[in-house]
């Protein structure tokens, strides 16, 4: 695993009033347009450092994600911007952040509408993802999946990984537990072999890729007060990350067993009924 990029904001292109961490379109030096999230938004630095882990996690097992960065906020950055609320988050956002590729042109996905560019097996491997990392929004309601250049591509995982706001709860019984809010998964119905998915993803996040992936959170963004309140260094942060990882994905992964269920009952659910105006 590579290091992350590293890109100066130099234009507060346009807002995305959605999600917890209140994302912009932003312009970078050298790097181009991104869609950042910002440390200062209402999750703070462990919704960026969930957005990271997952993002590369993803990566790494081969699933469309746009390209990840870090996105540097400089004082003087915004500062010309006449939204109040926006220049309070810039000025609480100055350092690191985290940002993705932007897709110009990009769609929401809609199963009704775009469901045949996710076959099965990808749809099974998104699943077992978000079981993993304990990802709660990828519903059908808020699937937060693009669709670019025909393809579907994952965005929006700060939700994902909510063991690291309650730490000092979380022994190896609570992190190994079965994920039940898979069963609202806006592809579950769709997915294919989840037994399959799992021992493909499985092998490709090996113990050493999960070291590399969680190496590459950077300092700076470790430094943030809602991760220094339960560590004192960068170090203990990442090897708290690397070791909650490390025990999810050992086998027998409950996790697996609790998406195979919820498939089957979602199967056998009646479609919702359709209803007319006259």
Request: net charge negative; aromatic share 6%.
């Amino acid at each position: 695993m590579t290091e992350l990029p590293v890109y100066t904001a130099t234009r507060y292109v346009q807002p995305l009033r959605e999600g917890g961490t209140l994302p912009a379109v932003v312009d970078t030096h050298g790097g181009g347009l991104f869609v950042a999230k910002f440390r200062g938004a209402g999750q703070g630095a462990k919704a960026l450092v969930a957005e990271l882990l997952v993002g590369m996690i993803a990566q790494a097992a081969r699933l469309p994600v746009p390209e990840l960065a870090l996105i540097e906020v400089l004082p003087e950055f915004g500062r010309g911007e006449p939204d109040p609320e926006i220049q309070d988050l810039l000025k609480a956002s100055v350092g690191l952040n985290m940002g993705l590729r932007y897709l110009d042109g990009a769609f929401n996905f809609q199963p009704s509408v775009a469901g045949d560019l996710v076959d099965p097996e990808l749809a099974a491997r998104i699943v077992w993802l978000d079981a993993f990392t304990t990802n709660p929004d990828r519903t059908a309601r808020n699937p937060n999946l693009l669709i670019w250049e025909r393809r579907p591509w994952l965005i929006d995982h700060g939700a994902a990984l909510y063991a690291q706001h309650k730490w000092g709860s979380v022994d190896e019984t609570r992190t190994r537990t079965p994920f039940p809010l898979i069963r609202d998964h806006v592809l579950l119905a769709a997915s294919g072999d989840l037994r399959a998915a799992d021992a493909e993803m499985a092998a490709a996040l090996s113990a050493e890729v999960l070291e590399e992936i969680v190496a590459v959170l950077p300092d700076a963004l470790l430094a943030d007060p809602a991760i220094t309140a339960d560590f004192a260094t960068a170090p203990e942060a990442r090897e708290r990350y690397l070791r909650y990882l490390t025990e999810r994905i050992q086998a027998p992964r409950t996790f697996v067993d609790e998406a195979i269920n919820a498939r089957e009952v979602r199967r056998r659910e009646p479609p919702p009924r359709l209803s007319s105006r006259r």
